[in-house]
Structures are given as C-alpha cells and as structure tokens.
C-alpha cells in the first residue's frame, strides 16, 4: 500500500479488482473542499479516464451541481472502492474494508463540512447499517470516522434518476441541502458570473 493523504499509488489487496482495473482511480477536486462526495466504485469510464463520475452518472451529478450553484470544481468527488469491479458488479464487503482506511484518510485530509454519500453502498460503508437509501436520502447522521465525529448526508446514486424519474426530485434537494449544509461553497468564476 502506497498512499499519501489523498492519492493511491499503488494497491494489491483486492486480486480480482487488480485484475478488472486498469488504474487506480483516486478522487478529484480541492483538497480542502466543504462538500465530500462518496460514490461506490469506478465504472468503466472512469477506470478509463482515470476519474470519478465522468461517465453517465457523473454527467447527471455535474448537472444537479451547476443547477445548485456549485460547480464540480468547488467539491470534491471519491468513491468507496478505488478500483473498477468485474463487468460492474457491486464491490464485495472484503473489498470496502480493504479500501476503507484510503477512505478514512482522504476524509481526515480534506476535512470537509459534510461528507454525501451517493448511493447505497457507501451509505452503508459510512453507517456501518443497512439503509433505505430511497427513504432516508436527506437524512444527516453524526458518524465517528477515524475518530472524529462527522456529518454524513444520505443520498441516492445519480443513475438511480435515470431508472426512475421520481428520484431526481429527492437527488436535487440533497444536493441542495448539502449546499446550504457547506454553506453554498462558489468558485470564483462561478461568483464573478454573479457580476
Ligand atoms: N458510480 C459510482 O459510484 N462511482 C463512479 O465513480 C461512477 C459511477
């Protein structure tokens, strides 16, 4: 295991998803963001492009993000399982805990006002329960991670809008409540649009 505080290097504690892979893909954006987004594991553009929530998911997340005042480049985007699982199957309990003190590190090193768990399978990563993502989205909890007392943000994944409509709803006001949970974090380009 190679890490610093935010970037794997180098990782071989799950065999087939060093099978599956083609890279590590490690979260994106400021390194100090106030709203930490966590998705469940790369798919297969993002293990192509090397990037979380690049493919359909991630376009429909930019979007809800623009559509709240916050652009993708004011948050940042990880996910649970670094490595891109086999023909996009969930990643296996085994595989979460191996990834999980990247997790842990990243969050501790970024620090963020709240962390918005995408879906559930790091919703129930961060809870350490099983969760009715669908009726729970919105719901904060106050969770220890690493020893510090968190405020994680229950959200449904953004491909769930795509198969059901009546998701986009509730994964809008999500993304709004986080906003004004992070005190509504602007990039300056998007504050000068303002002028
Ligand atoms: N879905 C996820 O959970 N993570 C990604 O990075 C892409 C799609």
Redesign the pocket.
Known sequence: MEQDDLVVTECTRCPALVESRSRI?NGVGPADAAILFV?????Q??DADG?????R??KILDEVLRDHGLDRSVVR?T??VRCRPPDNRDPTATERANCRPYLDREIAAVDPAVVVT??K??SENLLDRSVAVTSEAGTVESVAIDDQVRDVMICV???ATLYDRSQRGTFEQVIADAAELAGNPRSDQASLGEF
Do not use: D, K, T, Y
């Not at 998705?39 to 798919?43: D, F, H, Q, S």
């Not at 990037?51 to 493919?55: A, S």
């Open positions: 893909v998705g469940e594991a790369p798919g553009q993002e990037e979380p929530f690049v493919g998911s991630g985007i996910n649970s995408l879906g399978v790091p994944h953004p491909a």
